[in-house]
Each structure stands twice: as structure tokens, then as C-alpha cells.
T-cell receptor, first 116, second 113 residues
Framework: NAGVTQTPKFRVLKTGQSMTLLCAQD?????MYWYRQDPGMGLRLIHY???????AKGEVPDGYNVSRLKKQNFLLGLESAAPSQTSVYFC???????????????FGPGTRLTVL | SQQGEEDPQALSIQEGENATMNCSYK?????LQWYRQNSGRGLVHLIL?????REKHSGRLRVTLDTSKKSSSLLITASRAADTASYFC?????????????FGRGTQLTVWP
């Protein structure tokens, strides 16, 4: 099992450009999450999904959109990148509530994004 | 907004010593978790303690939870250089079905050989 994978690992954008970050998990998890991590900060939730075809806003959703067309994939889009979106982005997944591991999240390795 | 606050922000010790990190939180929780993040990597789940538990062990890790004080501690015994990493506590609110995690800012642990 690869677990949670993210592509790309690094990206540099100019202000106003768009891009999509891809997260994939092979654990058949229902829930998926996108976080951002800024220096000296913990992780903040951007958007999340509780199943295929569903998404919802987290703590800091402005400037981002997401889609979950397939259960194993969760895409994070930046339509018009801004310098304030320079950050490290992490994807995570977890299994369906009710199992013994229901609250453990599994994280990808991260995408380091710089917006100039 | 962030829920947990770790203390200290940074900790530097020698190999073989014990490392203790503390976490305080604000709300009623279902559980509290500790994650480790090596430099440039994703977070790795270490241990989960539920609100009705007071202490939990996993290998060299010992976690305590005091819900009356809304605090937790993570003890790493006989530390190794490989334990050098950032450690984050994260909480899940009581009654949450989404399992949303609220993270603190982390403790940077450096273990010198």
C-alpha cells in the first residue's frame, strides 16, 4: 500500500496562475482532508470530504476549491494564486466512523507551494 | 481556530534523556492525539488517548490526559537522535462525527547524539 500520495511535491507559481494539487489514497477511506501549514503554525483545515461526490468548507476555504469525483482522489484547486497561499499543503484521509481506528488520520508527504 | 497549545515551543536534550511535552486545549473532547513530523515530511500518527482514559503507553511513548485541567503530556523515554522532529497534539471535539482535528503549533524536539 502506498498510503496517501500527493502530486506535485513542489511548485512555484506566479500571482494569478492556477493549479491543481492531487491527493490519492489506496486505503478505501471515506473521509479526506486538505490542510495548509504555515511557519510556526499547526495545520489548518481548508476543505474536507465525507465521501465520493461530497465536499465541505473547513477553517480557511477562501481562494480554494475542491472536488471528489472518485473515492480515492481529492483535488485541491487554486483558481488565481496569491502570495498569501504560499504554504505547505497536506492531504489526509481516515476510515469511516465506527471502526476502532476511526479518528486516526493518515497524511501525505505534502506539497510545497510558492506563489511569487 | 487552533485548539491545542504545546509547551515548550522548543526542547533540546541529549540522547538517553527523557523528553516531556505538554498540550493544553479549550473544549470538551472525544480524544486527543499526538503526531510527529520530521523535517520536510508529512505527519505521522503516534498515539490516541480517549477522554475516558488517563494514561496510555506505546513503546517508549507515554501519554497522560487530565480532562479536568484540559491538558495532556507526551513523554518520550530514553530519547534517540532519530526522535528529532516536531510533535503536535490534536483534539477531536466531543460528539464530532467528522473527526475534525484541531492542531496546536507544535513542539520542536532536538535530540543531540
Amino acid at each position: 500500500n502506498a498510503g496517501v500520495t500527493q502530486t506535485p511535491k513542489f511548485r512555484v507559481l506566479k500571482t494569478g496562475q492556477s493549479m491543481t494539487l492531487l491527493c490519492a489514497q489506496d486505503m478505501n477511506h471515506e473521509y479526506m482532508y486538505w490542510y495548509r501549514q504555515d511557519p510556526g503554525m499547526g495545520l489548518r483545515l481548508i476543505h474536507y470530504s465525507v465521501g465520493e461526490g461530497t465536499t465541505a468548507k473547513g477553517e480557511v476555504p477562501d481562494g480554494y476549491n475542491v472536488s471528489r469525483l472518485k473515492k480515492q482522489n481529492f483535488l485541491l484547486g487554486l483558481e488565481s494564486a496569491a502570495p498569501s497561499q504560499t504554504s505547505v499543503y497536506f492531504c489526509a484521509s481516515r476510515t469511516y466512523p465506527g471502526t476502532s481506528e476511526r479518528d486516526t488520520q493518515y497524511f501525505g508527504p505534502g506539497t510545497r507551494l510558492t506563489v511569487l | 481556530s487552533q485548539q491545542g497549545e504545546e509547551d515548550p515551543q522548543a526542547l533540546s536534550i541529549q540522547e538517553g534523556e527523557n523528553a516531556t511535552m505538554n498540550c493544553s486545549y479549550k473544549t470538551s473532547i472525544n480524544n486527543l492525539q499526538w503526531y510527529r513530523q520530521n523535517s520536510g515530511r508529512g505527519l505521522v500518527h503516534l498515539i490516541l488517548i480517549r477522554s475516558n482514559e488517563r494514561e496510555k503507553h506505546s513503546g517508549r511513548l507515554r501519554v497522560t490526559l487530565d480532562t479536568s485541567k484540559k491538558s495532556s503530556s507526551l513523554l518520550i523515554t530514553a530519547s534517540r537522535a532519530a526522535d528529532t522532529a516536531s510533535y503536535f497534539c490534536a483534539t477531536v471535539d466531543r460528539g464530532s462525527t467528522l473527526g475534525r482535528l484541531y492542531f496546536g503549533r507544535g513542539t520542536q524536539l532536538t535530540v543531540w547524539p
